[in-house]
């Protein structure tokens, strides 16, 4: 079986790319590739970038699981009925270990999470599930977030108005999930249900990231 190491060094081959450029590529500091190659750090928080950037399968990448190259990639020009679909695991974490995120240089240290899930997403940048509590974003009409759902977070696709958010103020020490609304320049956190306030979210507000995925769990 392959090493994290040799299978980052097969993945950069492949894409034909120097540390450099891969790191130029992934958006990560040249000493991270060349220290992940060595097996000097297991810092799994940019592996989905890595896979992204040499055209690898993430999951491949992270756990040697599956071809290197998913049969989806070998040869876009065959077209097939039904394309195998490519899986990405991505960490569980709490909503304090969330809105700790914009404090942190490196947020996924290892061992960091006992628990992953799978998703379809492949991911802009480090991505995290986080699992619903209370009913601030459940709506008696429209989309609708009910409690213990997972819900996917991108720490790095772009925050527009109207879009759902999880988000970290000042004077709390966890994260808050909400839909992102522009009004007038100024920005706030709005809940799905009525019954709830909407927030500023002024300087003291930090996106941590946007939600792309829910998985409601039965």
Not at 27 to 51: C, D, M, R, Y
Not at 131 to 144: F, H, L, Q, R, Y
Not at 177 to 198: H, Q, T
């Amino acid at each position: 079986m392959s090493t994290l190491a040799e299978r980052i060094k097969s993945a950069r081959s492949h894409a034909k790319l120097t540390q450099k450029a891969l790191a130029q590529k992934a958006g990560v500091e040249q000493p991270v590739i060349s220290q992940l190659e060595t097996g000097k750090n297991l810092q799994s928080a940019h592996l989905p970038k890595i896979a992204h950037a040499c055209g690898v399968s993430a999951i491949w990448l992270s756990e040697n699981i599956g071809p290197m190259i998913s049969a989806a990639k070998v040869d876009s020009n065959v077209g097939e009925a039904r394309q195998p679909v490519e899986s990405f695991r991505y960490p569980v974490i709490s909503w304090v270990a969330a809105g700790a995120w914009a404090e942190a240089v490196e947020p996924f240290p290892p061992g960091y999470s006992d628990r992953y899930e799978l998703s379809d997403y492949d991911s802009k940048g480090p991505a995290f599930w986080l699992e619903v509590k209370g009913d601030s974003m459940t709506s008696p009409v429209g989309t609708s977030i009910t409690e213990g759902t997972l819900i996917l977070v991108d720490t790095e696709a772009d925050a527009q108005s109207g879009k759902l958010v999880v988000a970290k103020l000042a004077d709390s020490d966890q994260a808050t999930f909400k839909k992102l609304v522009d009004d007038g320049g100024r920005r706030f956190l709005k809940p799905l249900n009525p019954a709830y306030p909407i927030e500023m979210c002024a300087e003291n507000c930090r996106i941590v990231g946007v939600v792309v995925r829910a998985l409601q769990k039965l």
